[in-house]
């Protein structure tokens, strides 16, 4: 049995379409991340399984009961948004038990989970202070602490590190994980920060325009990324374009401009012979020189130093715009430079060619 269940789940805003058709199944205990552009409906899902609003068309469980039309507090979810909405005349203890007394618990009980929460959060030493005397990764900790203290079936976050700074970011997405996972919560969280999407979740939902493109495990989504948008959405994505030319069971060839390609493995979609289409390999896979497998010749178009790395911007041989990482310690090539990429046919896929579109 699944904790959240969307079924068919449609919501226009007038002539906006905000969800078109959404399909999604949470278990219990999992965390699953909607993870997409602004405006792809990301908030809207979310407030549907809170219940703040209402389906057009489709159905929602929690818990294997239908609450499409029951109120938002008679449904057992604990909701963070990203704007903390904190009661600014309450203190922090206060703003933690304020949804236990709205749901008629007693005062010791609630005295003594709000205690627990705080602990939780690492918050005791400031339970007397106001909103207002709190900095921002704090204030979100509150919010956390007053979303889990109702013991809510299903806990929904709605982007709830997106006003802090990058550091901030990452302690409370430890911290956040760390809450999740001691409760053992299922947890339903929003973000278009693809990097906190696959450090976080058990599994991403890509959303496009209203719909879920891919949902999968943050490994097979960023190996395995069924199109050209969640490749390029999820990490950066070498694109070539070529003509499969013939295969052998999981192996194939490809060619462009004469120069051909192997891609091994088995692939997501089928592809037959003489079809147009993309091969794809991530930067991490491009050896710069030669280090078998697959080789192209390309331009240095620029270098940039990120530490750890060298990122190298490059120009393909019909100037498709590659991305390569060269690790620092290892020789680096020169901006202008001509230089040969190695990449292994088993690190290579193919994707269909896709017509750009809106959204
Ligand atoms: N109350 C509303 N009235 C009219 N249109 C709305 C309303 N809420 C959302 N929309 C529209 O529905 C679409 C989806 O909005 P939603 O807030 O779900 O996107 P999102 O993925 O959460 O975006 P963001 O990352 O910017 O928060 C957008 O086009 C938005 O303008
Ligand atoms: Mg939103």
Redesign the pocket.
Known sequence: MSDVLLEQVRKA??G?V??RGVDLRVAPGEFVTLL??????????L?MVAGFVEPDTGRILIGGKDVTHVPPYRRNTGMVFQSYALFPHLTVAANIAFGMQMRGVGRSDADQRTKEALRLVQLEALAGRYPAELSGGQKQRVALARAVVIRPQVLLL??PLGALDLKLREELQVEIKRVQSALGITTLF?T?DQGEALGMSDRVAV?RG?EIVQIDTPTALYERPNSMYVANFVGRTNLIEVVLKDREGDSMRVEANGATFSVAGPQDAAFSVGERCLLATRPEHFTIGLGGGNVLTANVLDVSYRGSIWNVELSGPRNESLNAQVRSGQPVPQKGEAVTLSFPPARCFLLKMEQPRAS
Do not use: F, I, L, N
């Open positions: 805003y007038g906006v905000a969800v997409g552009p602004s405006g792809c409906g990301k908030t809207t899902c407030r709605d982007e929003v278009h959303m209203g």
